[in-house]
């Protein structure tokens, strides 16, 4: 039967059937629900007895975009919980996308065969679209050069686990901040606690954009920065994601950027790092963290991060189903 759903108000407690589309969303009070629903969902991963949280639930993945991680980790959360997906990768290849059939048809197709929807797509405001017209809630996958809030929520909770807190900390984010939507919503996520600095060192033209800035309306400090000398030596992470090159019109421009990349290697660690910081990285890892940097114990990117990313996603479908 179809319900209906808001598409963007604030979520406070309350995730049933709410649409997860950006962390325009999100309050300190949602994270902290969404963060201690995680816990339990660990906790009782510990036991020995298959969860059945999401028997006879069917999610649908949906992914225009290639995709290992967000992919596979729903896929993962959702069938560690005793719950089914159905798959759709490449849909414009493999579904009747290519007949010419609708968006709000495929919706309403998707939404009778299954309880939720989880949409990747390469252009920003397409999966606000799809889920103004989904008789089930929608979660972001992570669209275009805009956000991918899933990220963040594990991104976020990964800093929480390590410090306790997600006000007053201080980190760099290396990279391309104007294409990278895990860099855009890790960023909206810290912006709603106070006293929070971000240090933001990109390659030019790669920079995170004003209006992005004027859109966080001065909720976090942002320092942006152009040299190595200038990384404060005490963050307390270092964030890091890849060259967005699927996102380039421009292949002269893009090379440019690449060539001016900062790469996190054991010779920056050694200048700039501190013995009580954690990396992190959304992945994939496409030069910008030397692979010797991998078994530094600080390094969080191949072991917690990726983890994390199948316990909150856990809790969020559990959360949004009324489950847990
Ligand atoms: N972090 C992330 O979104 O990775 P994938 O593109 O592999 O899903």
Redesign the pocket.
Known sequence: MAIRLEVTPKITTNFKSRHILSLDQFTPVSLRKLFETTDRIIKLLKRKSPLEILKRSVITLLFFE??????GSFSSAIKRLGGQTIDLLDPEKTTSFVKGESLKDTMQVLGTYSDIIIIRHPEKGFVQKAAAVSPVPVISG?EGAGE?PT?ALYDTFTLYQKFGKLSHLKGLVLGDALYSR?IHSFIKALSLFPKDVIYLFSPPGLEISYDFERKLHGKIKLVRITRENEIPEDCNFWYTNRIQKERFKSRSVYEKALKDFPVITPELLAKKGNRDMIILD???RVGNIDIRVDSDPRSLYLTKQLENGVYIRMALVSLILGKI
């Open positions: 290639p995709s290992t991680r967000t992919f992570g991918h990220q895990s959304p992945l994939p």
